[in-house]
C-alpha cells in the first residue's frame, strides 16, 4: 500500500512544474504601477470584452499595458492617456464612455427597448381583456354538448 502511496506522490510532484508560470517582473516604479492600474481598470480588454485591461492576461492586454506604461513614463497625465487609447480604439475601450450623441443608443437604448417592451404588455393585456368574455353558443351547439355530456356520464 506504501508504493502507492508513493507512487501518488511522485506522480503529483512531478506535475507540478506544469502549472507554474512566468513570473512577473517587480515593478520599477510603484507610482507608475499604480496610475497603470488605475487607468487601465477604466478600460475594456479589446480581445475578452468582458474583463477590464488590468485583469486580462490576453497578449494584446499585456501589449496596451506596456504602451500605457510607456506614456505614463514620457509625462503623460491620465486624461491624455486615455484620450490616447480612445482616439486609437474608439469609445468602445472605456467601461464608461461619455455621453454624446453617437453613444445615445449605448446609453438610453436599454430603458427605450424596456419602455417599448411595458408598452406592448400593456396594450397585448387590455386587449386580451376585452375579449375575455366565452362565446355563446346557439340552442343546436347546447343540446349537442348536453348529448355529449350526457354520453359520457354513461360510461364506466
Do not use: H
Amino acid at each position: 500500500m506504501q508504493k502507492y502511496w508513493f507512487a501518488f506522490f511522485l506522480a503529483l510532484q512531478s506535475a507540478a512544474p506544469s502549472y507554474a508560470a512566468e513570473a512577473t517582473p517587480l515593478a520599477e516604479d510603484p507610482v507608475v504601477e499604480q496610475r497603470l492600474i488605475a487607468i487601465s481598470e477604466e478600460m475594456r480588454c479589446l480581445v475578452c470584452q468582458n474583463e477590464s485591461l488590468a485583469g486580462s492576461r490576453s497578449d494584446l492586454a499585456m501589449d496596451l499595458r506596456r504602451e500605457i506604461r510607456t506614456l505614463i513614463k514620457a509625462g503623460k497625465t491620465d486624461a491624455e492617456v486615455m484620450d490616447f487609447m480612445v482616439s486609437r480604439y474608439g469609445d468602445f475601450v472605456r467601461y464608461r464612455p461619455p455621453v454624446k450623441p453617437i453613444t445615445w443608443m449605448l446609453w438610453f437604448g436599454p430603458f427605450l427597448l424596456l419602455i417599448g417592451a411595458l408598452v406592448g404588455l400593456v396594450r397585448m393585456v387590455r386587449r386580451n381583456q376585452g375579449s375575455a368574455t366565452a362565446p355563446t353558443l346557439d340552442t343546436a351547439q347546447r343540446e349537442k354538448a348536453q348529448a355529449i355530456l350526457q354520453d359520457t356520464e354513461l360510461l364506466p
